[in-house]
């Protein structure tokens, strides 16, 4: 300490600061870096533990709020029998910083909204103002998704990370994709001449989709997961099983196949959908309209 203090009252002489203060600042700048250290260490040997990525980040995050909680309470104690001889210009320095930070103390203050009422989780798929992702990290001000791209490109991941501040779900209403339940519905157009037979073609397109190994066992699921949230949500669906509706468009029909999967599953349950519908064209079981 006595080398911090030399060095204190030489800045304080040199700039015209009280040396005690000086060294506050000093002391209060040693306890992030130390802290600073610790957290990266920390993060150093679990990213080598034997453990799942998602336990890493949890504990790793346990962790990083546990120390700067701490590093926070030692500044406070550090500064507090100073305090009361500052409470004059904090008050003005606090009034002029909450005008210039406003964003930022919006976004805490919206930070502690979303974990409290738990408004979106980790992984849970999200879109807010148009951009839409999973969710791979919630901070204090902000959360990180990992974007997809949009229905007619399949929702595929497009390897982006955005960051969007918390005040983002008091600003602007807030899809979540999973929260109540882990299954949207997905929708595949076949289209086939208007002299097709309709019916048998419905037939082979339920098989389809009742002989997809994601799909067929959906709507237990779905019923279930509807069933744990009722308490909480007024929710009801009269029909989970796989639908297909029928409609007349210029010179053919349209064939609208509706099912329940998950929305990460999406892309690769419409491709192998589509390629047994190719299969039974090839094996001439069903028509496909020609332009």
Known sequence: MGFITDISQYLGKTFGFYSDYVELVILTILIFVVFGILKRLVRFFY???????????????????????????????????RISGMVTVI??????????????????????????????ELEDRVEVNGIKGDVVNI???????????????????TGRIIHIPNSFVFLYPLKNYTKAFKYVWDEITVEIPLDADVEKTKDILYDIVGENEILKTTPKKMEDAVADVTAEYRIYYNYLEPIIYTKIVDSHVELYLRYLVHPKKARNVQDELYLKILEEYRNGNIELYKV
Do not use: P
């Open 47 to 81: 990213s080598r533990a034997d453990v799942s990525n998602k336990k890493k980040y949890f504990r790793n995050r346990m962790i990083k709020i546990t120390l700067d909680i701490i590093s926070i309470v030692l500044v406070v104690l550090l500064w507090g029998h």
């Open 91 to 120: 008050s003005f320095l606090s009034a002029g910083i909450a005008i210039a930070v406003k964003e930022i103390i919006f976004d805490f203050f919206a930070g502690i909204y979303i974990n409290t009422k738990k408004t979106f």
């Open 139 to 157: 901070r204090s001000l902000g959360f990180e998704v990992l974007e997809v791209g949009d229905r007619i490109n399949g929702e595929q991941s």
